[in-house]
């Protein structure tokens, strides 16, 4: 397993952006997909998207898409959620996650997928 740490939250306007990251301690990176999810006030967490091992591969969730941008270094152990145009929707702590590598796309939209998980940080959208 590898070890999680998100970064970069924080409280922004509505329509600005911010840069999340991840960095990951443990054994190499590159085995794992990467995914972030989102838990919003009194809702259950949701799938944002996630990121194959090369970083070539990446899939979001219809209300990101277009918005939002992963990225990953696995030189550096990190992964990155560009989140642009934000919205007063996007208000939650935002996790990143591991999950071994090479199942199919729809597998990895499932939180219990992850065996890996960072304590999150926390995206506040004002309006």
């Known amino acids: 397993q590898v070890t999680l740490v998100e970064s970069g939250g924080g409280l922004v306007q509505d329509g600005a952006s911010l840069r999340l990251s991840c960095a990951a301690v443990?054994?190499?990176?590159?085995?794992?997909?990467m995914g972030w999810f989102r838990q919003a006030p009194g809702k259950e967490r949701e799938y944002v998207g996630h990121i194959d091992w090369s970083g070539g591969i990446t899939y979001y969730a219809d209300s990101v898409k277009g918005r939002f941008t992963m990225s990953r270094d696995n030189a550096k152990n990190t992964v990155n959620l560009q989140m642009n145009s934000l919205k007063p929707e996007d208000t939650a702590v935002y996790y990143c996650?591991?999950?071994?590598?090479?199942?199919?796309?729809?597998?990895?939209?499932?939180?219990?997928?992850?065996?890996?998980w960072g304590p999150g940080t926390r995206v506040i959208v004002s309006s």
């Open positions: 443990g054994r190499s990176f590159s085995d794992y997909t």
């Open positions: 996650a591991a999950a071994a590598r090479g199942y199919g796309r729809s597998f990895y939209y499932n939180e219990g997928t992850y065996a890996s």
